[in-house]
């Protein structure tokens, strides 16, 4: 900042004269306007803010003052307006309208969701009977921006009621009712409440949205009051069921309510006015004068048993109800159970009602007045093709509400079988998800229910919120309404949002707490991200440092803050961090949780280049603090410039990280995070020793480069610390130590144990196993697409059945693939070779022995190798043949006889050495 531009907005500051006069002067605020472009260009507007603030200290009525700060603290996205208040107030005094304004606007260029300016700008317009349609506008805005702002919402409703936009009117309505609510205003509800009752009567899913949050905030028996009116409505209009629904919600809201108890028998006697006994069954279940639940569940149970009506038992299945006489029931449950008498108070205990939508009974009658079929086949068909109507008959057959388990159980093996539900079920979830008719129960995330009417975005969401009782995966679900961009002045977001706040506002209450848990914080970065209001209104209670320097571990924070695709926890709290006064120390502090190479770039760009080579230093001289830290260093950054200058050898590196293996594999011994372990063991076996390639593995790795450049005792220390990792994978070692052979062909290893099993899988030498790789890639990638090429050309040529080219094209072809079938099956059961591991002392692999036959008394030499090196007429031959078998492991002197295709073998060993060339195969 110019000390010249601040010394000129001081000067203004000090020959200000707060007098009318002056004010009446004031025709624009093009002047003032000025001082904070200037104040922009200049980078300087905290400075300035802080001189005018310091001003408004002794002179409160400072006009320059009082609009430079409010305008600046705006552009800060403050939400403190106190200033601008004050100003307002002093334009309005004295008769400055337009200059208020046009203060608003300006506010609003900045921060169009500012409340205070809007608020304000609509007592202007109100002054003003040409600003009509900007009025409104103001209003919708006004609305959209302050999700508490009812009244508005209401005149907003009346206007288009007004005007006849009914669907404007309704929805503006619905936002005040909710807003209503959540301010506690009763008779405002209720007045609201009678109005909508008129306009949307059939929307009954709204009312009991609401009714249940009246019942939660204002009062259960005022909410049941209101349901009264939505009830006559379906009653005029004979809709029994839910007429039925709502006296029950009642009901159990004040079960002595004699109103709802003679309401719910007269509709019981329509619903059911043309069955037989309907009247005797009213009378003996007792509403009058008996628990009313009890007698709803007699009197239900009852009236289901009529002609007509199918019924299910565990036994016999799906039954149909022939005939009532008196007491007795006949049910017909079909041909293979037969038909069977039953008496009433039986039928109520044995049996359960189907109605004739309900699924087993589609299953068992195939028919089906909405399903569009009258046989078995067209049933079927409906229900693989039909999955939306497939799904609603499932789900309202068990009370509207059922899972994907359940859903399954219906149709397989029934209708589909297992591999056709597979392709079926991946599509049904599709339409779960898209079809706005479904939704998520809101008392159990994994069942699904079903709608009359289309369920919106913000509901279905607003159920999944309700249903979910882990903490992140509801902070999931609340930005995936924000990031939906759905209606965020939602009374259902409100809901949500409201459920982290008060989180915070425990926190307020309880005071300065050192148990700052997970979701406390992650509650404290959502609310800033999607309710700043709040933040800035209890900055003083609750901010991030204070919240930050209560927690005793941030990096155990960094990590516990789970993050999907929805949500940026981590990345939210590391900028937070970021903007703390010593912010250098706690990225050090943090970074070995958050491993980023963008961290690391911004604090050696910013300078810090020292303090990241002193963590690098004080992780490689503690492997086991900062393990994980150690492996990431390594792998992103060890030819990074920062990184060379500190000059850690090699070899500690190398060394620390099989000392990070060993480690790992001792905390799994005791069943410590053995999944992590098993991950960090399997990373760095990668990184060093060149694990998981599948071809070019020469064991050229890292560790085997370094070891082999080192000296020889260098050279011997390395192999050791690996080879002493007992658990570590014996082809990891057998690679170095071929590596080594290479070099030192006299090397000697710590003698090898012998073995007395044949090993797993089939033993081959690394060369045939290079090769065999190579013929492998061959095949796939040369061989395949050519002979491929040949069949096409051959087949143009022709009629098939003649064309000779053609079928010999084919037959070479499925040659080629059992050729490259049986080549894969024998890679994979391939087992490398280690040659340090060979031994003298029995027949085995990699041994060249000298038999004595007994009956020619001639001496043969053979060399025991594997199938892939067999060569019977160079004297090589395979462990696994029918004559290397009969002679593996066994010992000098000893005599064998042993018989092959009829033929007898009888011989002495007389030699048995390692073979010296075992290193070349």
């Known amino acids: ?69 409010g305008i600046l603290g705006v552009k800060k996205s403050s939400l403190d307006n106190t200033v601008l208040q004050t100003l307002v107030g002093i334009f309005l005094n004295n008769h400055k309208e337009a200059l208020v304004e046009s203060l608003c606007k300006t506010i609003l260029e900045e921060d169009d969701t500012n409340a205070f300016a809007l608020r304000t700008l609509i007592s202007c317009y109100r002054e003003n009977k040409d600003a009509d349609n900007k009025i409104w506008e103001t209003y919708e805005k006004l609305v959209k ?16 009621k007004e005007l006849k936009n009914d669907e404007l009117a309704k929805e503006f309505y619905k936002k005040a009712l909710l807003r209503y609510v959540y301010i506690k205003n009763y008779i405002a509800v209720k007045d609201v409440w009678e109005i909508l009752v008129k306009l949307i009567p059939e929307d009954i899913d709204f009312f009991y949205l609401v009714q249940r949050k009246i019942a939660k905030t204002i009062s259960a028996d005022k909410s049941a009051t209101l349901m009264k009116d939505v009830y006559n409505y379906y009653k005029d209009k004979a809709k029994w069921d839910t007429a039925i629904e709502i006296l029950k919600l009642i009901l159990s809201i004040d079960p002595k309510d004699n109103w709802s108890r003679k309401e719910i028998t007269t509709c019981y006697e329509s619903k059911y006015k043309g069955h037989s006994h309907v009247e005797e069954y009213i009378r003996d279940a007792g509403f009058s004068y008996r628990n009313v639940f009890d007698a709803i569940s007699d009197f239900e149970k009852h009236i289901a048993f009529d002609e007509g009506h199918f019924v299910f038992h565990n036994t016999w299945h799906v039954g149909l109800i022939r005939k009532v006489e008196n007491d007795m029931l006949v049910i017909n449950f079909g041909k293979k159970n037969g038909i069977h008498k039953m008496s009433l108070k039986m039928a109520v205990d044995a049996l359960i009602p189907l109605s004739n939508e309900h699924i087993w009974v589609i299953k068992a009658t195939t028919k089906s007045k909405d399903g569009g079929f009258s046989t078995k086949a067209e049933m079927v068909d409906k229900i693989k093709k039909d999955k939306a109507w497939t799904l609603k008959t499932i789900i309202r057959s068990f009370n509207n509400s059922c899972d994907i388990k359940k859903i399954k159980a219906e ?20 339409v779960l998800e898209s079809d706005s008719t479904f939704g998520v129960n809101p008392n159990n995330s994994n069942e699904w229910t079903v709608r009359d009417r289309e369920i919106t975005p913000e509901e279905k969401l607003s159920n999944e919120f309700k249903a979910q009782k882990q903490f992140f995966p509801r902070v999931d679900i609340l930005m995936k309404f924000c990031n939906n961009d759905l209606d965020k002045t939602s009374e259902l977001f409100v809901d949500m949002r409201d459920y982290f706040t008060g989180y915070l506002k425990s926190y307020i209450n309880m005071g300065d707490t050192k148990d700052i848990s997970e979701q406390l914080m992650a509650s404290y970065l959502i609310t800033r991200r999607v309710y700043p209001q709040f933040i800035e209104q209890n900055a003083d209670s609750v901010n991030f440092e204070k919240l930050y320097r209560q927690i005793e571990d941030p990096r155990k924070m960094y990590t516990s803050l789970k993050d999907t695709k929805n949500t940026s926890l981590k990345a939210d709290f590391l900028k937070n961090v970021g903007e703390l006064s010593d912010w250098v120390q706690q990225y050090i502090r943090i970074f070995p949780a958050v491993l980023s190479k963008d961290m690391l770039t911004i604090l050696v760009n910013k300078g810090h280049k020292d303090e990241v080579q002193k963590l690098a230093q004080t992780a490689f001289d503690d492997f086991k603090g900062y393990r994980d830290l150690i492996y990431f260093f390594f792998d992103e950054c060890r030819t990074d410039e920062w990184f060379t200058e500190i000059n850690i050898p090699l070899q500690k590196q190398l060394i620390a990280l099989v000392n990070i293996i060993s480690q790992a594999y001792k905390a799994i011994d005791n069943h410590v995070d053995s999944t992590e372990n098993k991950k960090i063991i399997a990373n760095i076996c990668k990184l060093i020793f060149n694990t998981g390639k599948k071809k070019d593995d020469d064991g050229s790795s890292i560790y085997a480069q370094y070891m082999l450049g080192s000296d020889k005792e260098t050279m011997t220390h390395m192999y050791t610390i690996v080879d002493d990792i007992a658990e570590l994978d014996d082809l990891i070692k057998a690679q170095l130590r071929s590596r080594i052979l290479e070099k030192y062909p006299d090397f000697k290893f710590h003698k090898a144990e012998e073995k007395t099993t044949t090993p797993k899988g089939m ?122 078998m009969n002679l593996m492991e066994h010992k000098l002197g000893e005599t064998l006889s042993f018989t092959i295709n009829e033929h007898k073998y009888q011989y002495v060993i007389k030699n048995i050495a390692i073979n010296t060339a075992l290193t070349k195969f």
């Not at 002056?22 to 803010?49: H, R, S």
């Not at 994979?828 to 036959?853: H, K, M, Q, Y």
């Not at 007994?854 to 190798?865: F, N, P, Q, V």
Request: glycine content about 4%; aromatic content about 6%; charged content about 35%.
């Open 1 to 69: 900042m110019s000390e010249e531009f601040k010394e000129s907005v001081l000067k203004k500051l000090q020959e200000e004269q707060w007098t009318r006069t002056t004010i009446t002067n004031y025709t624009n605020l093009e002047e003032l306007e000025k001082i904070v472009q200037e104040a922009k260009e200049q980078g300087c507007t905290d400075e300035i803010k802080a001189i005018c603030d310091e001003h408004l200290s002794h002179s409160k009525d400072s006009i320059i003052a009082l609009y430079v700060s």
């Open 411 to 430: 149709l397989v093996p029934s209708i589909l079988t297992a591999s056709e539900w597979t392709a079926w079920n991946s599509a049904a979830k599709k």
């Open 763 to 884: 033993l081959v030498t690394k060369r045939k196993l290079d090769e065999k790789r190579a013929l492998e890639e061959r095949m796939n990638s040369v061989d395949l697409p050519k002979i491929a090429k040949e069949v096409a050309e051959a087949k143009e040529k022709g009629d098939l059945k003649e064309n000779a080219e053609y079928i010999a094209a084919k037959e070479a072809q499925h040659k080629l693939g059992l050729d490259l079938k049986r080549l894969q099956e024998e890679l994979a059961r391939a087992v490398i070779f280690d040659p340090t591991t060979a031994t003298a002392s029995i027949v085995s692999f990699g041994t060249d022995i000298v038999l004595e036959n007994k009956d020619t008394g001639a001496e043969e030499k053979y060399t025991i190798l594997g199938p892939w090196e067999s060569e019977p007429e160079n004297g090589i031959i395979s462990y696994m043949s029918p004559f290397g």
């Open 145 to 160: 921006v302050d999700s508490e702002e009812a009244e508005a919402a209401k005149i907003l409703a009346d206007h288009y």
